[in-house]
Nanobody
Framework: QVQLVESGGGLVQAGDSLRLSCAASGRTFSYYVMGWFRQAPGKEREIVASVNWSLGSTYYANSVKGRFTISRDNAKNTVYLQMNSLKPEDTAVYSC????????????WGQGTQVTVSS
């Protein structure tokens, strides 16, 4: 069982940086694949980045490659999303999620944190 809580969202200007945090409860945090998703009003949810600690692999959406970095601190049960060179189109509610490595679907979701990037 995993419970996730996001934080770090806010209002920034284009070109600024922001770091999102996702705190997870549980003693087997490193076991889960962790992902960051975002959803703008009226639009579908899309995956932004994910990290598989067991495999040492990461994934990034093409729209954020070179700008965003996902990382995790297993000792603190926290996953981060460092967002640099933010663009207005990055504006969305960002949510973290978790899944077991053998599953295709993310089973656990946080409540989301708002990121707004002004021009």
């Amino acid at each position: 069982q995993v419970q996730l809580v996001e934080s770090g969202g806010g209002l920034v200007q284009a070109g600024d940086s922001l770091r999102l945090s996702c705190a997870a409860s549980g003693r087997t945090f490193s076991y889960y694949v962790m992902g960051w998703f975002r959803q703008a009003p009226g639009k579908e949810r899309e995956i932004v980045a994910s990290v598989n600690w067991s495999l040492g692999s990461t994934y990034y959406a093409n729209s954020v490659k070179g700008r965003f970095t996902i990382s995790r601190d297993n000792a603190k049960n926290t996953v981060y999303l460092q967002m640099n060179s933010l663009k207005p189109e990055d504006t969305a509610v960002y949510s973290c999620a978790a899944r077991s490595p053998g599953n295709n679907r993310y089973n656990y979701w946080g409540q989301g944190t708002q990121v707004t990037v002004s021009s």
